[in-house]
């Protein structure tokens, strides 16, 4: 059987995808000279061009599709909701079956002590919902001048205005007059760039003091919140030390700070459990979620409420805030069947057991290479440097812009013969679907 019955003419799309696509995060003038690749199909962990030519697609999409593409299960409850109620809102007085379903599930996987899911249509509008939520659960309190929220250079957790200002992508701070007041930033816990002298464990301690010092810069009267990645992933695939998560919650403990955990790449199973607060002992007040909600194949996001953070907000009683598309019937079908798929298949036991610890072993023989220096991975997220020498650890300049890095010229390397993977500056990321198998490791290995 052809790979794609008809494949449609690539220059067209070419031609009118310059003429018209203005793309996220795109340097467009490099785009029009080399022509934008066009994606037609997917099954499993592969997907398709229009010329016929198959790619391994190692990163999920972007970090979401975890169930892998051609779930026609997932198409059928996104058909049958379709058809019986496409959407209505659950703004004045109304819900839908998909979205309280759906809460309700969320409630049985999240963390202990969550039983509340605001519903968003993205990651970052989740992200400006967690700035507005604790700032009306201080205000609420009599708190309110408890305000400012303290996050991590280097982190991503958005493009919104607050989610762009949240994260801490000096490239997109540059564009736009960003950051938004009232959001501070300290420095990620890098081992690699500021562990020097230290063993991992007393440099999570170190890093976690960051954030103690700035809150006492900062008065902790004024400080609302913390927010992190569990793992970076879009600034590099930083794998905290063991010892990080838990300082920080005792800090956030000590002056009474809520603590954000953005699971958005994290959650639903990347690290074989449904939720990467479990993993690290981070157990946050508020967990941004998005992309794995869906496996990707509809947008939706949101943030799980812990039950303290739930109270106040409910007994406060009306908060001014959401979106059209908050708890979307079709978005929340999708969930529904995409989280029975991975509980189904028991992806989480077969990550967090088989596929993870085999990955981890494949992935750090990587680092026998001579144009590479570490090779790590935490679950299904990875990352590797490319060194320009390996002796000495010589590296590469590490840029944000994305068209500049060593690492983009990797990339487009590895797409142009058959995988896809990030570049970060000089840093070759993967976070593969969850139901890659082990022969397929080895396939994307090779
Ligand atoms: N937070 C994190 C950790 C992310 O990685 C992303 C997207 O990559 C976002 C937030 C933003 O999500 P979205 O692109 O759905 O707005």
Redesign the pocket.
């Known amino acids: 059987t052809p790979i794609v019955p008809v494949l449609p003419d690539t220059q067209v799309l070419q031609r009118l995808d310059a003429a018209h696509f203005l793309h996220p995060f795109t340097d467009h003038k490099a785009l029009a000279e080399k022509g934008v690749r066009v994606m037609v199909r997917g099954d499993g962990i592969y997907l398709w061009d229009s010329e016929g030519r198959k790619v391994l697609d190692a990163m999920s999409g972007?970090?979401c599709v975890n169930v892998g593409y051609g779930r026609t299960s997932i198409t059928q409850a996104v058909a049958r909701q379709m058809e019986t109620l496409p959407f209505y809102n659950s703004f004045f007085n109304t819900t839908t079956i998909p979205a309280v379903e759906l809460a309700a599930k969320l409630a049985r996987i999240a963390p202990a002590g969550f039983r509340h899911v605001f519903y968003t249509g993205?990651?970052?509008?989740?992200?400006d919902t967690n700035v507005r939520m604790v700032r009306r659960y201080w205000d609420l309190l009599g708190q309110p001048e408890r305000t400012v929220i303290i996050s991590r250079h280097n982190?991503?957790?958005?493009?919104?205005m607050a989610?762009a200002s949240l994260?801490g992508m000096s490239g997109m701070h540059v564009q736009g007059g960003l950051p938004i007041p009232g959001i501070v930033h300290i420095n990620q816990p890098s081992y690699a760039e500021h562990g020097v002298g230290m063993t991992p464990e007393e440099f999570g301690v170190h890093a976690a003091s960051w954030l103690e010092e700035r809150i006492r810069e900062l008065g902790p009267d004024k400080v609302a919140a913390f927010i992190g990645?569990p793992i970076q992933?879009?600034g590099g695939v930083i794998i905290p030390p063991v010892t990080y998560w838990p300082e920080v919650r005792r800090i956030c403990d000590k002056y009474d700070i809520l603590l954000i955990a953005?699971?958005?790449?994290?959650g639903f199973g990347r690290l074989g459990k449904w939720f990467a607060s479990e993993q690290f002992g981070i157990r946050p007040d508020l967990i941004?979620f998005?992309?794995g909600v869906t496996s990707g194949y509809v947008?939706l996001?949101g943030v799980l409420v812990s039950d303290k953070v739930a109270g106040v907000i409910v007994a406060g009683g009306d908060f001014n805030h959401g979106f059209t598309y908050s708890g979307h019937p079709v978005a929340c079908a999708a969930a529904l069947e995409n989280i029975r798929i991975i509980e189904e298949e028991k992806l989480l036991e077969q990550v967090a057991h088989d596929t993870a610890p085999y990955l981890k072993a494949r992935f750090a023989s990587l680092a026998a290479h001579p144009l590479v220096g570490t090779a790590e991975s935490c679950g299904f997220v990875a990352g590797l440097n490319l060194v320009r020498r390996k002796a000495g650890n010589v590296h590469y300049q590490v840029k944000f812009d994305p068209g500049l890095g060593v690492g983009m010229i990797c990339r487009a390397h590895m797409f142009d013969n058959g995988v896809i993977m990030r570049a970060v500056g000089d840093r070759m990321i993967i976070a593969p679907p969850l139901i890659m198998t082990r022969p397929q490791i080895d396939e994307l290995i090779g």
Do not use: M, Q, R
Not at 262 to 266: A, L
């Open positions: 972007l970090w993205s990651g970052s509008e989740a992200n982190a991503y957790h958005g493009s919104t989610g994260g990645e992933g879009a953005d699971e958005v790449i994290t941004t998005a992309k947008p996001g």
